[in-house]
C-alpha cells in the first residue's frame, strides 16, 4: 500500500513541476537578442562625418586656448569649471544657494570678448530648464541670491554655431556678467 500512495503523491506533485519547468524555459527566452552585423557587409568609414568631428574638436579647442589667453591677459582670478566655462564670483554674499528647478530673476549682460555690449536683460526663470546658455546656467548653481559673476563662455556652452542675433556671431565666444536678484 505504501508503494501505490508514494506514486499517488508524485504523480499529483507532477503538473506542478511541469509548469514550473515550462515558466523557467518561457522566462529565459524573454531576454532581447543583440542584433547581428551581416558577414558579407562591411561597416564604411563615413570620411565627411570624421572629417566634420576632426573640424569641431579643432574649433573646441581654439575656443579654449582663446580664453585660456583671455583670462591671462586680464591678470583677473578666475576659475574654469570642469565643464569648459571660467568664471570669477565679483560680489559674494551670504543669501540662499540657487538650487536645480529654483524659479530665480537674475540680470544678465553679455558682451564680446573685446568688450561690445550685446544683451542687457532682466528675466525669470527657472534653474535646469535651459532657457540660458548652458556656462550660465551651471555657474548659477555655483552661485548664492544676491551674488554677482563673470562668466567667460566658449562658443559652445554659450550661443553655439549659430550664434544669437546679428551682435553674436556663430562660433563666438562672451563674457556674460549675471546678477542675482531674487528667488
Not at 23 to 52: F, T, W, Y
Not at 64 to 73: F, G, M, Q, R
Not at 120 to 127: H, R
Request: charged share 15%.
Amino acid at each position: 500500500m505504501n508503494g501505490k500512495r508514494q506514486t499517488y503523491r508524485n504523480a499529483s506533485c507532477l503538473p506542478y513541476a511541469t509548469l514550473v519547468i515550462l515558466l523557467v524555459a518561457m522566462m529565459s527566452a524573454c531576454g532581447k537578442r543583440k542584433p547581428q552585423l551581416p558577414s558579407n557587409k562591411h561597416q564604411e568609414i563615413d570620411s565627411a562625418a570624421l572629417a566634420m568631428i576632426e573640424m569641431n574638436q579643432q574649433l573646441v579647442q581654439q575656443a579654449n586656448n582663446d580664453l585660456a589667453t583671455y583670462v591671462i591677459e586680464s591678470g583677473m582670478p578666475y576659475v574654469q569649471d570642469d565643464m569648459g566655462f571660467w568664471y570669477m564670483i565679483t560680489r559674494h554674499t551670504e543669501g540662499l544657494a540657487l538650487q536645480k528647478d529654483q524659479t530665480v530673476t537674475i540680470a544678465q549682460q553679455v558682451y564680446l570678448l573685446d568688450g561690445t555690449l550685446c544683451e542687457d536683460a532682466v528675466q525669470t526663470l527657472q534653474i535646469g530648464k535651459k532657457q540660458v546658455p548652458t556656462a550660465v546656467e551651471s555657474a548659477l548653481l555655483l552661485l548664492h541670491e544676491g551674488e554677482c559673476a563673470t562668466i567667460l563662455a566658449p562658443w559652445y556652452l554659450a550661443y553655439g554655431q549659430y550664434g544669437n542675433n546679428a551682435k553674436i556671431g556663430a562660433y563666438t565666444n562672451v563674457r556674460i556678467e549675471i546678477e542675482v536678484r531674487n528667488l
